[in-house]
Structures are given as structure tokens and as C-alpha cells.
């Protein structure tokens, strides 16, 4: 199964950015479908974007989109979520996921913190 660790999370001002990195081992990244979701405090988690197992489909949610990149590179076994124009309301603990049939896995979370 795949596991899964996310970096490149921390402390950042309004309108600044991130690039948050989800290392991958144990299994084939190019076998999974992979995401980027995030949980602030007292709200449910939620999808921020997703890209397709080669990489050549995303979706993003609309309060990211024009903001947020998520790309893969299945040589290094690493999905990343390249985050513009931040904003206080993208604080949250970021997590990466990856699916394929009948398996889903989650890393432990990173968080991003977006205060002046």
C-alpha cells in the first residue's frame, strides 16, 4: 500500500505562496489517482483539487481555482500542490490522498497557516 508524507507546509502572509510536496513509497505512484484536501479547525474536510493518474486531468474546487496547481511526477514518486494568492481562509491542515480500486490512502497532514 502506499504511504504517503507531506512537506512544505508553515507560516505565510496574505497573497503569498507555498509549493506543498506529498512524497509517495511502498507502491506505484502511477497507479493512483492523487488529491490534495484540507481540513481547517471546526469544519469538515474538503477536496482542493485533484489530477489523474498520468496526470493529464485536474479538477480544482472553485474557491482555489486560478490560485491553486496540483501536478505529479511519477519518476520521483511525488505529487505537488503549488498554492498563489494566498488567503486567511486556506488555513488548514493539508493532506494528501491517493486512490485506486478498493484502496485509499491519506498522509499525516501538513499545515498552512495564512496570517499577517
Known amino acids: 500500500q502506499l504511504q504517503l508524507v507531506e512537506s512544505g507546509g508553515g507560516l505565510v502572509q496574505p497573497g503569498g505562496s507555498l509549493r506543498l510536496s506529498c512524497a509517495t513509497s511502498?507502491?506505484?505512484?502511477?497507479?493512483?489517482?492523487t488529491g490534495w484536501f484540507r481540513q481547517a479547525p471546526g469544519k469538515e474536510r474538503e477536496a482542493v483539487a485533484c489530477?489523474?493518474?498520468?496526470?493529464?486531468?485536474?479538477n480544482y474546487a472553485d474557491s482555489v481555482k486560478g490560485r491553486f496547481t496540483i501536478s505529479r511526477d511519477n519518476a520521483k514518486n511525488t505529487v505537488y500542490l503549488q498554492m498563489d494568492s494566498l488567503k486567511p481562509e486556506d488555513t488548514a491542515v493539508y493532506y494528501c490522498?491517493?486512490?485506486?480500486?478498493?484502496?485509499?490512502?491519506w498522509g499525516q497532514g501538513t499545515q498552512v497557516t495564512v496570517s499577517s
Open positions: 511502498g507502491s506505484t505512484l502511477e497507479d493512483y489517482a
Open positions: 489530477i489523474s493518474s498520468s496526470g493529464g486531468s485536474t
Open positions: 490522498n491517493a486512490k485506486r480500486t478498493f484502496i485509499t490512502s
